[in-house]
């Protein structure tokens, strides 16, 4: 069992950080410095939180936690114990972690998105409000020249800060370059990290924006099928021991269009094998501000030892899609080739939008906007699980997922799921058929957002998709 005394971490009690975070990351510490060894068992919750002078519920809070990270393994019966799969290993000046159709539209169509926001939340006031202080500023005049390729240095700044204070990264303002967009944030990697014949791996089922932006780049793709934990990252090692691969894209939170996320052990093994055999890993990372756990799992991005990473990020999930803010981390040479490249189709980014999202985020706005979207999604998602279980019980398979705005969900039996949608259209409800998803064979699984329709247009959609299935 564990000394008690090396758990005995000092706690900010008045910081920002909640107490149980607090714990669960001092733990994670020990255990990447090896104090904390694999298969160790734990002390009781009751004696932990007496060492630490806090209250039961909170060590409980904080073990869960590590638990769904995959830090802590607790078996029923027995004592909640260091993971074994996680293996620790050590560098000259640092410890690693590692492990050696067509769309049919209409009036009056009811259209099951892949996962869109609610736009009629959109913080609309609070948006008009920002345009109108920036233009009444003495300054105002400065937002009409034109500024950096890589967007406001300010803005660059509070994004920068943000990933760092929220998701674990270590970044800086001049690793970051704001993009119109998630899509303009991919497109703007590939021309720069890929040439013909290379060779990018991706995950099946997936996003094919991507792909069609990889394959614009002349780059072969190789699918890799994803399940329960993630993309296959036994299949990757195999592979990369047979040809050389310049970069993977994943979406590791809420895989898309899965809703899985990414098993710590498999985030640890891909950094690994992305070190020893220098693929770049691009980690889209669409939807992080919406999860309903505990806290969103660290993007992989995040982890040290990490050496060939792109992060994509975006905003229009959080205000609306009309919004076109997102961004690239990387390092800095990499985001000079960026710029670089950005200049030659677009000069610079949306100034002025840039500027009042940056008011919004200075004044608190977004923060509050996204905690009472939180709540909001959260019901709506739970209200979408109840009339799954109503409508659709004994027809199809899902888990309810931790994040996000969509459900993957799987016929019981096998069916002809575009022949399900052409029936679907004549009672005025359609969805995404799986070719929107699949990389070669259509997938039997279709991807439906809750998020963007009213209660009681989901209801009816949902009783017509239970009475043709």
């Not at 539209?105 to 409000?129: H, I, K, N, W």
């Not at 985030?267 to 992080?288: A, P, Q, V």
Request: hydrophobic residues 40%.
């Amino acid at each position: 069992m564990i000394n008690l005394q090396i758990l005995k971490f000092r706690l900010n009690r008045s910081g920002e950080k909640a107490i149980y975070i607090q714990i669960a990351d001092e733990i994670i510490g020990c255990i990447k410095k090896g104090v904390l060894k694999a298969g160790e068992t734990l002390p009781g919750t009751r004696l932990i939180a007496t060492a630490l002078n806090v209250n039961r519920n909170t060590v409980v809070q904080a073990l869960d936690v590590l638990i769904t990270e995959g830090w802590l393994i607790s078996e029923e019966r027995k004592k909640t114990y260091i993971s074994d799969k996680i293996h620790i290993s050590q560098s000259p000046d640092k410890k690693i972690v590692r492990i050696i159709k067509k769309e049919v539209y209409g009036q009056g169509l009811l259209f099951f998105d892949d996962g869109l926001p609610d736009t009629q939340s959109t913080p609309m006031v609070e948006l008009a409000r920002a345009y109108r202080r920036i233009f009444s500023r003495k300054s105002r005049w400065q937002i009409m020249n034109l500024a950096s390729e890589f967007g406001d240095e300010k803005f660059r700044e509070t994004i920068s800060n943000m990933l760092n204070h929220n998701r674990g990264m270590q970044t800086f303002a001049s690793e970051v370059c704001v993009t119109r967009g998630s899509q303009m944030a991919l497109f703007l990697t590939a021309h720069c990290l890929l040439k013909r014949g290379d060779i990018v791996l991706v995950e099946n089922p997936g996003y094919r924006p991507a792909w069609n932006t990889f394959k614009h780049a002349q780059a072969n793709l190789i699918p890799v099928p994803v399940d329960n934990e993630g993309i296959d990252v036994d299949l990757i090692e195999e592979i990369l021991l047979k040809q050389s691969v310049k970069a993977i894209y994943l979406t590791p939170h809420h895989q898309y269009p899965t809703t899985v996320t990414l098993s710590l052990t498999r985030r640890i093994k891909l950094i690994e094998l992305s070190n020893r055999f220098g693929f770049t890993i691009i980690e889209d990372d669409y939807d992080n501000e919406y999860h309903f756990g505990q806290r969103p799992v660290m993007p992989i991005s995040s982890h040290e030892g990490i050496h060939n990473y792109v992060y994509i990020g975006t905003l229009s999930k959080l205000i609306a899609p009309a919004i076109r803010i997102g961004y690239i981390v990387s390092s800095p040479q990499f985001i000079t080739a960026i710029g670089e490249l950005r200049k030659i189709i677009d000069l610079q980014g949306d100034t002025i939008m840039e500027q009042s999202i940056l008011d919004l985020m200075q004044s608190g706005d977004i923060r509050r906007h996204q905690k009472r979207m939180l709540i909001y999604y959260q019901e709506k998602r739970d209200l979408f699980a109840s009339l799954l279980d109503t409508y659709l019980n004994d027809k199809v398979t899902y888990s309810k997922p931790d994040g996000g705005l969509a459900f993957w969900v799987k016929p019981v039996e096998k069916i002809d799921l575009f022949k399900l949608q052409e029936k679907a259209n004549l009672e005025l409800v359609s969805f995404y058929t799986p070719d929107r998803f699949s990389f070669d064979n259509p997938i039997c699984g279709f991807r439906i957002g809750y998020a963007s329709l009213p209660e009681t247009t989901i209801e009816k959609g949902l009783r017509t998709l239970g009475k043709l299935l």
